[in-house]
Nanobody
Framework: QVQLVESGGGQVQAGGSLRLSCAAS????????MGWFRQAPGKEREFVAG????????YYADSVKGRFTISRDNAKNTLYLQMNSLKPEDTAVYYC????????????????WGQGTQVTVSS
């Protein structure tokens, strides 16, 4: 059973930056493709970014392309999401996700979810 624990959320002003981390345990990290999702109040959970097992392939939602960067460190069993130029519409709970596949671009629900971390962007 894979456990995922997010950290790094918080409150920031528009235009600011945050870096989210997701620590994975209970499985061999490099055997999983990883992703980030988010859910804003009153909205459905949506895909933000995905990355393959090695980090050589990355996928982004159009709404975050050019502002967010997903990365992973397989030696540290950790997934990251660098968020720059944040906007109020980025306010949401951000979830780390893991799927036992080589690659993951968010086209189906992942097998494992973290508990989420709140990101609030004020104008």
């Amino acid at each position: 059973q894979v456990q995922l624990v997010e950290s790094g959320g918080g409150q920031v002003q528009a235009g600011g930056s945050l870096r989210l981390s997701c620590a994975a345990s209970g499985g061999t990290f490099r055997n999983f493709a990883m992703g980030w999702f988010r859910q804003a109040p009153g909205k459905e959970r949506e895909f933000v970014a995905g990355i393959n097992w090695s980090g050589s392939s990355r996928y982004y939602a159009d709404s975050v392309k050019g502002r967010f960067t997903i990365s992973r460190d397989n030696a540290k069993n950790t997934l990251y999401l660098q968020m720059n130029s944040l906007k109020p519409e980025d306010t949401a709970v951000y979830y780390c996700a893991a799927d036992p596949s080589v690659d993951y671009s968010g086209s189906y629900p992942p097998q494992y979810w973290g508990q989420g971390t709140q990101v609030t962007v004020s104008s």
